[in-house]
């Protein structure tokens, strides 16, 4: 079955790196996301990445996916207090089933 | 482009009342989803629409239903309301079957006293 875990807390100093960690147990996922949520609002599609892939990037954002160890990580290169919110980690089968969401990260940035 | 629009942001009810919230997708997208957001559960898939046709259920009970318009608007509706049912209830849109983009509204928080 579908299982998506993360750790529920994140807390960096503002100009650090970020890395959000995400494990699922599902091998066959074939699309995996990233979704930002600050408070009050909805889900905000960050990036996602296929698992024909290893590794993708886009401005301050690095996604690494490790098939073999079924993790997916999240860089957020120099973390801005902007950057705080819950960050959630979720797959999808084929990609056009429903998202499987994990409990999401809470990433706190001291400025 | 306008975003994913939710109606309304913000609904209180009683146990026992049923209660009808209204998602617009983003223009030209035909596939709309719906999820329940509890601190307890997190994000849990409810249904997804595509064509005015159900593609996908999770595992909620009857009281939950929901529909889609010709128009690509989609309504759900909770019947008989439990206190269990408060949570913040998104709405998310995609082109369509296959497409991996799906696009997350606002919003609605249902709050049952």
């Known amino acids: 079955g579908e299982d998506v875990e993360q750790s529920l807390f994140l807390s960096v100093r503002e100009g650090d790196s970020s890395v959000i960690n995400c494990t699922y147990t599902d091998s066959s996922s074939t699309y995996l996301y990233w979704y930002k949520q600050e408070p009050g609002a909805g889900l905000q599609l960050l990036t996602y990445?296929?698992?024909?892939?290893d590794m993708k990037q886009d401005q301050r954002l690095t996604v690494l996916l490790n098939k073999k160890d079924k993790h997916l990580s999240l860089r957020i290169a120099d973390t801005q207090t902007g950057d705080s919110a819950i960050y959630f980690c979720a797959e999808s089968l084929e990609g056009n089933t429903p998202l499987v969401f994990g409990k999401g990260t809470r990433l706190s940035v001291i400025a | 482009k306008a975003g994913v629009t939710q109606t309304p942001r913000y609904l209180i009810k009683t146990r026992g009342q049923q209660v009808t919230l209204s998602c617009s997708p983003i223009?030209?997208?035909?596939?709309v989803s719906w999820y329940q957001q509890t601190p307890g559960q997190g994000l849990q898939f409810l249904f997804e629409y595509f064509s005015e046709t159900q593609r996908n259920k999770g595992n909620f009970p009857g009281r939950f239903s929901g529909r889609q318009f010709s128009n690509s608007r989609s309504e759900m509706n909770v019947s008989t309301l439990e206190l269990g049912d408060s949570a913040l209830y998104l709405c998310?849109?995609?082109?369509?079957?296959?497409?991996?983009?799906?696009?997350f509204g606002p919003g609605t928080r249902l709050t049952v006293t």
């Open positions: 998310a849109s995609s082109a369509g079957l296959g497409n991996y983009e799906q696009y």
């Open positions: 990445i296929f698992s024909n892939m």
């Open positions: 223009s030209g997208h035909r596939s």
